[in-house]
């Protein structure tokens, strides 16, 4: 069975960082994509980053370009996302999930939540102003 877990989150204040973690279990890792989703309180749930199977490839949401840094280690079998330079804005729960897709192409990077099976519990980052 796939299994998703983040964590990470946490209250910082304007301008900080936070390294999210998403270690997966229950299958063969290294062959999906994962992304990162956020959901603030109120809001739709709003695509972030994502990085292909062969991490080769990685997206970002415009908001979040520059700031975010999405990166694997197959090896750990997780996903992390770096969060440099955090706003009141990225204040949401996070969470990660897997492609449907196995593989594909070297430069598929999926944004919409259906493009994605298996999804985290979510991690709550708090920005303070």
């Known amino acids: 069975q796939v299994q998703l877990v983040a964590s990470g989150g946490g209250l910082v204040q304007t301008g900080g960082s936070l390294r999210l973690s998403c270690a997966a279990s229950g299958h063969i890792f290294s062959n999906y994509g994962v992304g990162w989703f956020r959901q603030a309180p109120g809001k739709e749930r709003e695509f972030v980053a994502v990085i292909n199977w062969s991490t080769v490839s990685a997206y970002y949401a415009d908001s979040v370009q520059g700031r975010f840094t999405i990166s694997r280690d197959n090896a750990e079998r997780t996903v992390y996302l770096q969060m440099n330079s955090l706003k009141p804005e990225d204040t949401a729960t996070y969470y990660c999930?897997?492609?449907?897709?196995?593989?594909?192409?070297?430069?598929?990077?999926?944004?919409?939540?259906?493009?994605?099976?298996?999804w985290g519990q979510g991690t709550l980052v708090t920005v303070s102003s």
């Open positions: 999930a897997q492609t449907r897709r196995y593989r594909g192409a070297i430069d598929y990077t999926p944004t919409f939540g259906s493009d994605f099976e298996y």
